[in-house]
């Protein structure tokens, strides 16, 4: 890890604490030693507290150091006047309103650059790596069980050849709203590139996760058929209890089995599993009529062998 990334990873508590320790260490020495002259530290210290904390903090750090700095070189004893006095205290509130201004917009784009990196730029969804290190990290944690899948939109490739791929992109983002609403503060949800997405959520119990699955492809379908130009949304599932001992990237390759399964049996289902079942029979819930995009009244409950 570098030492940028264990600044990233630091508390602001610890990074606070760090600066206020400096702050004393540096009072001192220039009380002590006011020859020495530790002005310059001072902007290091302002240009930390500027890139790690808030431009507020880092404008009342910089009010302090002007303050400290001036009550130290008055107190050398070195004759001045009253113009001289104000000149200094000028010339520091300059220069450090400039080392504020300067690291506060480096800040900025550095987050921009960081956020792009890790965020699909269509739909703000984290992208495949990113998806993927935040998984590995959910799924590492094994007390709680989890919830992973994977979806796909139905007949994607007609939507953009009959309605143009202005339709077909809008299509993609009302699916990605729709599934950061359903999933709220649950887990993650990517975008694993095209018309496909992966999502892992956290399970109060594993009892719970086929009706969340169905909850949550519910309300992706719900938005999707609400459209201009109406689609759907398959998924596949698997539900991973407390202690297992399976990898994030087997749990995707049997959610993809199971989506693919939904696929074959009808469009806009989903199936959903338990990962560790010896034979599964996973569920699959209709939640459109084939080729009708109208909602069902009464959507049906459909048994299907986990070989389909």
């Known amino acids: 890890m570098t030492m940028a990334d264990r600044l990233e990873a630091a508390s602001t508590i ?13 009072q001192i020495i220039d009380i002590a030693c006011p020859a020495i002259g530790m002005g310059p530290v001072y902007v290091l210290l302002l240009g930390l507290v500027s890139w790690r904390l808030s431009r507020r903090a880092a404008v009342f750090a910089a009010v302090i150091a002007i303050v400290l700095n001036t009550r130290a070189t008055i107190q050398t004893g070195i004759p001045t006047t009253t ?3 104000l000149l200094r205290v000028g010339l520091r509130c300059a220069v450090l309103a400039f080392v504020v201004a300067t690291m506060w917009a480096l800040r900025r784009a550095y987050d921009r650059e960081r956020a792009s990196a890790r965020l699909d730029g269509m739909t703000g ?4 790596s ?6 590995v990290t959910m799924v590492s944690s094994t007390t709680i069980p989890v919830l992973v ?6 007949n994607f490739k007609s939507i ?3 309605h143009g791929h202005a339709v077909g992109d809008d ?3 009302t699916a990605s709203r729709a599934a950061v609403r359903g999933l709220e503060s649950y887990g993650f949800v990517g975008r694993m590139g095209g018309d496909e997405f992966a999502f892992i959520a956290a399970l109060p119990d594993a009892g719970s996760g086929e009706q969340f699955a169905i909850d949550f492809h519910r309300t992706i379908n719900e938005a999707l058929i609400s459209l201009p130009s109406p689609s759907t949304i398959s998924m596949g599932a698997v539900i991973a209890p407390a202690g297992h001992r399976l990898d994030y990237n087997t749990l995707l390759l049997r959610a993809d089995g199971l989506l693919y399964a939904a696929k074959r049996n009808v469009k806009a289902s989903v199936i959903v599993a338990d990962v560790e079942a010896a034979t599964m029979t996973p ?3 209709q939640l459109v009529r084939r080729g009708d995009p109208a909602t069902l009244c009464d959507p049906q409950t459909h048994l299907v062998p986990a070989h389909s």
């Open 14 to 26: 610890t990074v606070a604490t760090f600066v206020l320790l400096l702050a004393v260490i540096l």
């Open 83 to 85: 113009t001289i006095t």
């Open 125 to 128: 969804l984290l992208n495949r």
């Open 130 to 135: 990113s998806f993927e290190a935040a998984m």
């Open 149 to 154: 899948g994977v979806m796909d939109l139905d």
């Open 160 to 162: 953009n050849d009959h």
């Open 171 to 173: 299509t993609i983002r």
């Open 283 to 285: 569920s699959a819930i």
